[in-house]
């Protein structure tokens, strides 16, 4: 039914205008968030069917962040609605060198934080060509790491390819926590995606460049890893061999969303049969990614194909 299904916590974002603080600020730009949504969402813009699970309560906060989804084409048929609770926040304050950027959190006792195995259609979403699931849905809580580990066994049982984006956020949970749970998943899944600096901080490896990812598919047996670094590069390792590839660096309007998008293009090129074509359409979508607000990556398959340039398309 699906080429891809997957699970997370559905937010609203609360940015910051540029050059404020969140303690003084008198105004919020609202979009929707989710890492998981992002990837789904981006992928049925270039034409693949995607569905994405969570669990949100019948608020006008949960409607945004489901309204922004689904217009760009992603199947709500596995959304788990119920009748109140809160909808997780995060807080945005934009940074520019020297001041990094600062995000805080505000998704304790959330809908989502209690999803249960049952809870879940799973007939519908395992009815799929590819499970995406990421780390930061499995560091919420001990409910939420129980579903997507059932989820990656159950696609695991039936043959069905497994994505993981490692993506770990030191203010969910440890290294030695991230190692603990994410090990079993890596070990399962065909396609990882892990930048450089994780790799060190979850799973200890080290390496220069393109090293790193060819010592994350010996570690884990996956056939593709993908592990950006930066501005440094994407380095890949398959078994079609070893590739480094260059990050141009682009002026940024908004950066949250971009290594989404970039996961997302890599995965329509794997869904395609070409991983190394899948990253070229990657570090162009995640150009994009850069120029506007939000974290959904708005695109058109056609604008994958255009060259870069600063003229207008009339």
């Known amino acids: 039914m699906f080429d891809l299904t997957t699970i997370g916590e559905g937010q609203i974002r609360l940015t910051v205008p540029q050059g404020e ?16 949504a992002n990837v789904a969402g981006l992928l049925s813009q270039l034409g693949r069917h995607t569905s994405w699970c969570s669990v949100l ?94 989820f990656v066994d159950a696609a695991h049982e039936r043959n069905i390819d497994i994505a993981l984006d490692v993506n770990y ?74 590739d480094d590839r260059q990050v141009d660096i682009v002026p940024v309007i908004d950066r949250p969303g971009a290594g989404d998008s970039f996961v997302a293009a890599t995965l329509h090129g794997f869904l395609g049969g070409d991983v190394r074509q899948g990253i070229s359409y990657g570090l162009r979508v995640s150009k994009y990614a850069l120029t506007h607000h939000g974290d959904l990556t708005h695109i058109t398959p056609s604008e994958l194909a255009i060259p870069t340039t600063t003229d207008i398309i009339r």
């Open 21 to 36: 603080r969140l303690s003084n600020t008198r105004q919020l730009r609202m979009t929707a968030a989710c890492s998981e």
């Open 57 to 150: 309560p019948h608020s006008d906060l949960a409607e945004r962040c489901i309204s922004e989804f689904r217009s760009v084409g992603v199947d709500m048929s596995n959304m788990i609605r119920v009748p109140e609770g809160r909808v997780a926040l995060y807080f945005m304050e934009p940074g520019e060198p020297p001041m990094p950027s600062r995000v805080t959190y505000d998704r304790l006792n959330t809908a989502f934080r209690e999803i249960r195995v049952e809870d879940v259609n799973w007939d519908s979403m395992l009815n799929t060509r590819l499970v995406f699931v990421t780390g930061i849905t499995t560091a919420l809580t001990k409910a939420t790491a129980k579903v997507i580990r059932h």
């Open 169 to 242: 956020r030191g203010l969910l949970w440890s290294p030695e926590r991230a190692r603990e749970v994410l090990t079993g998943i890596a070990s399962r899944s065909r396609i990882i995606f892990c930048s450089r600096k994780d790799a060190g901080i979850v799973f200890g490896i080290e390496g220069e460049r393109a090293e790193v990812s060819r010592q994350l598919r010996e570690a884990f047996g996956a056939e593709y890893v993908v592990s950006t670094d930066g501005h440094n590069g994407v380095y890949y390792a398959g078994p079609d061999g070893l």
